[in-house]
């Protein structure tokens, strides 16, 4: 009896944490960039993994290992991140997908991300985050509905959805006038999407609303990744995160940040702006003196120590001879 309760407490703990895991997918990365077969990715490593496809070395060691660099001179010229509110939504996509363990939101992310690696830029970089819903302008000439058979503009949770669908492209274009890649800089840009978390509480995942929403959201998804793909020549990492946090979580991080903006965490000063030469003239003038070192000691192992040669002439003790 005890080890059927201890099974069914194991059912349900394995139930609620996958319940309390979102969904992350690469839906386009550059040549350089390789995303293989790993496990969970914890929200809180995920500022070092967009700062390492960068260029950036990680602040901290992670057991991620779904990341290969195959060249580390070429990085990306820009980072986008799409992060929805799936509110347990199954938005499957094309690209390398893992499960994403949400100790963190991603907005904390973002800040994060911001605070620690901004200051270490070498070049130019912006960060900027959008909340979508939040921005959205109707009198923008570019502003279009989607198409839609079930979802009804007279329903508030519905109407919701489909204007922000449309401005998720707005925003995504909008971000042209933002870039620094012009200049040999990178961006970094977070588009937040919500309104699919209110279709589900009011519908439920089951229901035709929701089902035509997620085939709404996609064909937005795809749109926005081949916008950013034209606009920086495919070197971009295009990134959508399903998250199932409640927004109020994401509400109080956001008072919080807004609330500390003024203290400084002190780890963004861990390296001088100096650090990356002085990092590649130790590196390569160490890798030349032990090569230097090696082949001196090969040839003179080598060596046919008869009398023509130095050793030779060196170990060889000379008598004098009077004149």
């Not at 923008?140 to 058979?149: G, I, R």
Request: aromatic letters at 6%; glycine letters at 6%.
């Amino acid at each position: 009896m005890a080890r059927v309760d201890m099974t069914r407490l194991l059912l349900l703990l394995s139930l609620f944490s996958s319940a309390l895991c979102g969904e992350i997918t690469m839906t386009h990365s550059p040549d350089t960039l390789r995303f293989g077969t790993s496990g969970l990715l914890r929200s809180t490593d995920l500022d070092d993994l967009l700062a390492a496809t960068l260029g950036y070395t990680p602040i901290q060691s992670s057991l991620w290992r779904g990341l290969t660099i195959t060249s580390p001179f070429n990085s990306p010229s820009g980072v986008v991140v799409v992060e929805v509110h799936g509110g347990g939504a199954n938005v499957r996509q094309e690209g390398a997908t893992y499960g994403l363990k949400e100790d963190t939101t991603l907005e904390e992310v973002f800040h994060r991300l911001k605070s620690i690696y901004g200051a270490r830029a070498q070049r130019h970089t912006i960060f900027k985050h959008f909340s979508v819903g939040s921005s959205m302008e109707e009198e923008d000439a570019q502003y279009v509905l989607p198409e839609a058979s079930v979802l009804n503009m007279s329903k508030e949770a519905d109407s919701a959805f489909l204007h922000e669908m449309a401005a998720l492209t707005v925003a995504a274009r909008k971000t042209e006038a933002l870039t620094t890649t012009p200049h040999g800089g990178q961006d970094v840009f977070f588009l937040e999407v919500d309104s699919l978390e209110q279709l589900v509480k009011t519908y439920g995942l089951e229901s035709p609303q929701v089902e035509e929403a997620i085939n709404i959201l996609r064909v937005h998804l795809v749109k926005v990744t081949d916008m950013m793909r034209q606009r920086y020549n495919d070197q971009v990492l295009v990134v959508t995160a399903i998250v199932d946090q409640d927004n109020l979580l994401s509400r109080r991080t956001r008072s919080v940040l807004q609330s500390e903006a003024t203290v400084d965490v002190g780890r963004n000063k861990e390296y001088s702006e100096d650090y990356p030469a002085i990092f590649n003239i130790i590196l390569w003038l160490s890798i030349t003196l032990f090569l230097a070192v090696l082949a001196t000691s090969i040839a003179m192992a080598t060596m046919d120590p008869g009398r023509d040669s130095i050793i030779y002439r060196m170990t060889t003790m000379r008598m004098k001879k009077d004149n």
